[in-house]
């Protein structure tokens, strides 16, 4: 349960602000797929129109990275910060992708070394290396 | 400061399990160089072996992702983890391995903007869409 | 679920020191209602009472701030440590406080603001300007 | 020390957009300091020149909440988030607009009362009230 | 809902490298119960082997903490985590392994004030001492 | 550096309240040591006095866990939360409590694996068993 009214589409439709963002969302993503985190953020437009303008400016321009690899660095911040959300959406986006089973794999196993290797740096207090300065 | 002894090369050459592995890292990396983390878990030599397996089982072998993909998944957690010591040797180390500074500005805007949704999603709690079932 | 018994309002009429903390809640608050964190404290006597003890002097006491400014602090650090419950909890409580719309709006942007450029600060590793000592 | 070159004044002026957005920093905080997380987001203008201006947007901006508000709100996060950097930035800011000693006494004990209940409550994983549903 | 298929018994039968690890599991916990973080891991068999090797190592294996201290500290970390399958599995494991209820309200004290301290540690950026130093 | 005045010895000598507190931290634990975080705290009497109570009730008093046990249970928090002051500070106290190097590597194993295994569970998002309801 959301602490926010998830809008369904006629309520959207009704909405200048609203419609045209979840008319842009389907148009950039060529899918009639609104997902919850959008329908959420309807009842504050200007805050939707800034949250889908940064989304698709990062993850949905060219840029240096491809956008599987940028959709997976999404994957692996919202697994370290536990966003239940954002662990379903950026997994089912990043499969869309072309995610195969081993990249997955290989994603788990570095998330996980990394979480762990965080915990025992963070336990021996390791001064930082010289050599790593700017 | 560290909560443990930083070992030098004089004190690693003394035990050989730790000498094992510190030949380890410099042949697998085809450098002298060995950065602290390695020196702090020197006086634990059985998770000084673990670990470094771990880390060069999953980093240094060839599998789906490119080796410079997985080292900015690292970097990734350890940002979210606010791990000081492995920001610095990650975003050294994808350096090293060939990330540009327009591949880095990526990161930097992905992990901004997962950081920022997630915290908004989990203020929301919005619930997760059938639509991302396995 | 939780990994502990929640307790009734008849189980907790048939237990002194529960009873007496719950009656101080519904006398602070001015409601019947009791809510669940309450309730599974229940079991823990001491903590139940030391917990409330804290919370009737922290939130419920005058102070400095304002008691709506007070809870949008603890929703704040609710959503940054992931806390689903607190964050219904607190929310409902900001709402019942008088925070409008417009002020959850500016809520949400700090939060998230925050979230996004505390991630781009750890990552950049910025070093602290010795205009901010104290 | 940061994973990036912090920009002096001289560089910063060497550079066209660079410039604008230093100038701009000064000219709306009315203060010749430009802090270091904008000098080290100078690599990269694109950055500093988005997060610059979500900054401006957010916390500079009349809105529902008042400035000191949004300022602690700001810390609030930065704390839970553990931001070393930005928990002296927001302190020093939130001083600068009125915190008093009385306010910052308060904000610390919602801080840590709403740290250590979010622990708890996590642990005894307890069930969201129905009451709180939107 | 999980990312991954949970393997149902019939289904680890059929596959020899996960019927391998079901049986170990069996056989070391002397239980017929295998928990889902298990069955969630079959669909990438390494990973299962890995993981399910290091948890019978550090929890399994007589050392120099007993095994309910090491699963009370699992809680600890599980907690501060905000993982909320972790911390069921681990809090129904340290009762398995003998937590009474006067040890379990203990660990919930020193969570809860750990969680506290930390923040307020945190806030008030506190330098560390001189004699803490190794 | 801190965001408040770390108090002298002389400074806590002339104010009555930190002078109280400070005898009583040096009493109950025997030392003339008194570390940062206390003349931190100094500034704001009320919450030195508060955090010094619940310190001493719930670290200093006998209860069901060993002094030893709390003080681990205290450096896994610490390090899962990425406190520095913290870990040294606890790490300090374990060790004057009796925590061995093998009992030191056995939690730094514990906390490690739960580090990756919490990292696990939260990427494949695995459904708590209903053998695990309280």
């Not at 953020?41 to 949250?51: H, K, R, Y």
């Not at 959406?89 to 995610?99: E, F, V, Y």
């Not at 070394?113 to 207090?125: D, M, R």
Request: glycine fraction near 2%; hydrophobic fraction near 50%; charge should be negative.
């Amino acid at each position: 349960m959301a602490t926010v009214k998830i809008w369904t589409d006629a309520q959207a439709e009704a909405d200048p602000r609203v419609k045209a963002v979840f008319d842009d969302i389907r148009a950039t993503r060529k899918s009639d797929f609104v997902n919850n985190v959008w329908r959420a953020l309807a009842g504050q437009p200007a805050m939707l129109e800034a949250t889908w303008a940064q989304v698709k400016d990062v993850m949905a321009q060219p840029s240096a990275l491809d956008p599987l690899v940028k959709e997976m660095l999404y994957m692996a911040v919202s697994i370290a910060n536990g966003c239940e959300y954002c662990v379903h959406s950026h997994t089912a986006s990043a499969r869309a992708k072309g995610m195969s089973d081993e990249m997955y794999a290989d994603l788990l196993a570095v998330v996980g070394l990394a979480s762990q290797t965080n915990a025992l740096v963070t336990a021996l207090q390791v001064p930082v290396d010289p050599e790593f300065k700017a």
